[in-house]
Structures are given as structure tokens and as C-alpha cells.
């Protein structure tokens, strides 16, 4: 496989200064081609305090006289004027599909306690395919959002509570800070509260805006015994979350 063994090691952590043309223009010699490219499964990145994600970068590309070796990176901001990066691998494990094609698997970390808030969003990864006669591929592939992690808590009462009285949910939605490595609460977001039977699922009942703490209060109606909780979507910064579901028996 050219200059790279066929062994899994993890990216280093070093924050890499990548020039525009380096990490986001799309250059081509000869025929070779990246055919796909992947970051986690192509799910996000939810990092919370402390906390390491492990994941796997796939990249399949092909020649007709084969592929001498695949290098990547991820990097923050616009294609056109990146900022930082993750410095790539160096031995990723990589197997010929047949005589022109080659896929390559990366296993890369990203992990708070050097990621600060203005990190959360869209990195992008640039892939560099490079041919056993010189040809080359290189453009930004694939991309992944990474987001911080989100807390929320639920509390519905009174408990037990007769039919056709009003319960009241309270809650708080908080989501933790790179910056500090802390949770804090997260105002003004559209939160779900939402109910579910002993045997059912989940449904929307209504939304309700996160106060300026980040606190959550609505009233409904007492009908029918199950489960209360809050249900955040998430943004383009901040990962989803679930409260666990508070059970009222309704008398």
C-alpha cells in the first residue's frame, strides 16, 4: 500500500494551520478518483465533558493502475477559508477491492479539553488519493457535525393526581461548555414535552420555549396514566437530548 502500513492508529490531537487552496480547492491530475468518503458513519459527533469520540474515517478510491496510498485530515470552517484542523493519521488500514480500487479506514479521536465552544458545527474532511503512476484526486470528501452534548431533566406533578386535573412539567435544558468543561443551562431553545402509555411511544404533545435560565414549565391535562418528558431536537451546535420519562398514575 505505498507508504502506509496496515495497522489502526489514532489522529494526533494537534490543531494543524491549513491554508485555503491546501484543504478546500478540488484538484485533479490524470484519472484517478475518490468514489466515496465517510466521517463516523456519517452520524454526528456529540462530545460532552471529559469525554473522547473514537471514530472510523472511510475513503474508497480507484485508478487504472491502482492507488499508492490515501492520506486525510478534518478541518473547521467553509472549504474556502478553513481555519484548523486534525492532523490525519498515519497508518490507516487499507484493502485493494480489486487491482484499481483501494479503500482505506482511518480511526481518528476528537475530544473535549481542547475543543472550545466556537468549534461546534460542520468539519469537513479533505481527502488526498494519490495513484502508483503520480495521478492524484484531492478535494474536501465528506463532512461531520460536531456538536456539544445536551442535558435535560423533567418533573411532572403532582403525583398521583386525579382525572381531569391539571399537571404541571417542570424541566431545564442545559448543554456543556468546551470552554470550561462544564454544563450550563441553554435559553430560548424550542423543546417537546411529550407522553407516552405504559405500552406506547412517544408523542409531541406541544413545544415550549426554554425561559431565559433555561427552565421549562407547562400545565396540561390529567387523562390517563404514562410517562412525561422533555425532548430536545438539537441545533447545528448542540446535540440532542431525552429527560427520562416521569411516570404519573392518574386516579
Given at each position: 500500500?505505498?507508504?502506509?502500513?496496515?495497522?489502526?492508529?489514532?489522529?494526533?490531537?494537534?490543531?494543524?494551520?491549513?491554508?485555503?487552496?491546501?484543504?478546500?480547492?478540488?484538484?485533479?491530475?490524470?484519472?484517478?478518483?475518490?468514489?466515496?468518503?465517510?466521517?463516523?458513519?456519517?452520524?454526528?459527533?456529540?462530545?460532552?465533558?471529559?469525554?473522547?469520540a473514537s471514530?472510523?474515517?472511510?475513503?474508497?478510491?480507484?485508478?487504472?493502475?491502482?492507488?499508492?496510498?490515501?492520506?486525510?485530515?478534518?478541518?473547521?470552517?467553509?472549504?474556502?477559508?478553513?481555519?484548523?484542523?486534525?492532523?490525519?493519521?498515519?497508518?490507516?488500514?487499507?484493502?485493494?477491492?480489486?487491482?484499481?480500487?483501494?479503500?482505506?479506514?482511518?480511526?481518528?479521536?476528537?475530544?473535549?479539553?481542547?475543543?472550545?465552544?466556537?468549534?461546534?458545527?460542520?468539519?469537513?474532511?479533505?481527502?488526498?488519493?494519490?495513484?502508483?503512476?503520480?495521478?492524484?484526486?484531492?478535494?474536501?470528501?465528506?463532512?461531520?457535525?460536531?456538536?456539544?452534548?445536551?442535558?435535560?431533566?423533567?418533573?411532572?406533578?403532582?403525583?398521583?393526581?386525579?382525572?381531569?386535573?391539571?399537571?404541571?412539567?417542570?424541566?431545564?435544558?442545559?448543554?456543556?461548555?468546551?470552554?470550561?468543561?462544564?454544563?450550563?443551562?441553554?435559553?430560548?431553545?424550542?423543546?417537546?414535552?411529550?407522553?407516552?402509555?405504559?405500552?406506547?411511544?412517544?408523542?409531541?404533545?406541544?413545544?415550549?420555549?426554554?425561559?431565559?435560565?433555561?427552565?421549562?414549565?407547562?400545565?396540561?391535562?390529567?387523562?390517563?396514566?404514562?410517562?412525561?418528558?422533555?425532548?430536545?431536537?438539537?441545533?447545528?451546535?448542540?446535540?440532542?437530548?431525552?429527560?427520562?420519562?416521569?411516570y404519573v398514575?392518574?386516579?
Open positions: 500500500m505505498g507508504k502506509h502500513a496496515a495497522a489502526t492508529v489514532v489522529a494526533s490531537l494537534t490543531i494543524l494551520c491549513l491554508s485555503a487552496p491546501t484543504a478546500g480547492a478540488e484538484t485533479r491530475l490524470g484519472d484517478t478518483q475518490i468514489l466515496s468518503a465517510s466521517v463516523n458513519g456519517g452520524r454526528a459527533l456529540v462530545i460532552g465533558t471529559a469525554a473522547q471514530f472510523p474515517v472511510s475513503v474508497t478510491a480507484s485508478d487504472p493502475d491502482g492507488i499508492d496510498y490515501i492520506d486525510v485530515w478534518l478541518y473547521r470552517g467553509p472549504s474556502t477559508a478553513p481555519t484548523a484542523g486534525l492532523a490525519a493519521p498515519s497508518s490507516p488500514v487499507c484493502t485493494a477491492v480489486d487491482g484499481t480500487t483501494t479503500r482505506c479506514t482511518f480511526g481518528f479521536v476528537m475530544g473535549e479539553g481542547w475543543l472550545q465552544n466556537a468549534d461546534a458545527g460542520t468539519w469537513r474532511l479533505h481527502v488526498n488519493a494519490t495513484a502508483k503512476d503520480g495521478d492524484y484526486h484531492r478535494k474536501a470528501a465528506a463532512s461531520v457535525s460536531v456538536l456539544r452534548s445536551a442535558k435535560l431533566t423533567a418533573n411532572a406533578a403532582p403525583e398521583p393526581v386525579t382525572k381531569g386535573r391539571p399537571i404541571t412539567v417542570t424541566g431545564a435544558l442545559s448543554r456543556v461548555s468546551w470552554d470550561d468543561s462544564a454544563y450550563h443551562r441553554y435559553a430560548g431553545q424550542p423543546v417537546r414535552l411529550q407522553f407516552r402509555t405504559l405500552t406506547g411511544a412517544y408523542t409531541t404533545v406541544r413545544t415550549v420555549t426554554a425561559g431565559p435560565t433555561g427552565y421549562l414549565k407547562t400545565t396540561v391535562t390529567a387523562t390517563r396514566d404514562g410517562y412525561w418528558r422533555y425532548s430536545y431536537p438539537g441545533n447545528t451546535t448542540t446535540g440532542p437530548a431525552n429527560a427520562p420519562g416521569d398514575d392518574v386516579r
